[in-house]
């Protein structure tokens, strides 16, 4: 949790914040997604909360680097998705969350993903049916299924 957010956590508690975010969508050179599992569980792309005085590019390559220890190239905008339930969530301790996501593509250009905080448990390289199998978030599973029917924006 950044900072900015911790602040605002002590202001309104677990009640509902609105946040712009970020995630990466990384292939290897056989197709695979490479997803994280965060400690809650859930499987998920590279992802978190645009912190105050970034871009959405400058989070989504800030996350991939905590998240999953790797330094990405984004290559270009694959989707912007929100607004509905997949993007609202409560965590275990009862923050209560909504984000619109700018998702880009991504090459990693340096480093070998490995779990890179105490967020995240573990990563995986895997194809877009072995995603769909796993304990995917339903902001993730939503964001692939669109890209799988060709939709980059949420109508």
Do not use: C
Request: proline share 6%.
């Amino acid at each position: 949790m950044s900072e900015y957010v911790r602040r605002l956590r002590e202001k309104v508690g677990h009640d509902l914040l609105f946040w712009p975010s970020a995630a990466a969508l990384v292939r290897n050179r056989d197709g695979k997604i490479l997803l994280v599992q965060h400690v809650e569980g859930h499987w998920m792309l590279p992802a978190g909360a645009v912190d105050p005085g970034e871009t959405p590019a400058e989070a989504a390559r800030r996350e991939a680097r905590e998240e999953a220890s790797v330094q990405l190239k984004l290559v270009r905008v694959a989707g912007v998705f929100g607004g509905d339930p997949h993007f609202r969530m409560t965590y275990a301790n009862g923050d209560e969350v909504a984000w619109v996501t700018t998702l880009f593509e991504a090459n990693i250009v340096d480093g070998v993903p490995a779990p890179g905080d105490d967020e995240i448990a573990d990563v995986r390289w895997v194809t877009a049916a072995e995603a769909f199998e796993l304990g995917i978030s339903p902001s993730t599973r939503h964001m692939l299924e669109r890209l799988q029917e060709g939709v980059i924006v949420d109508p």
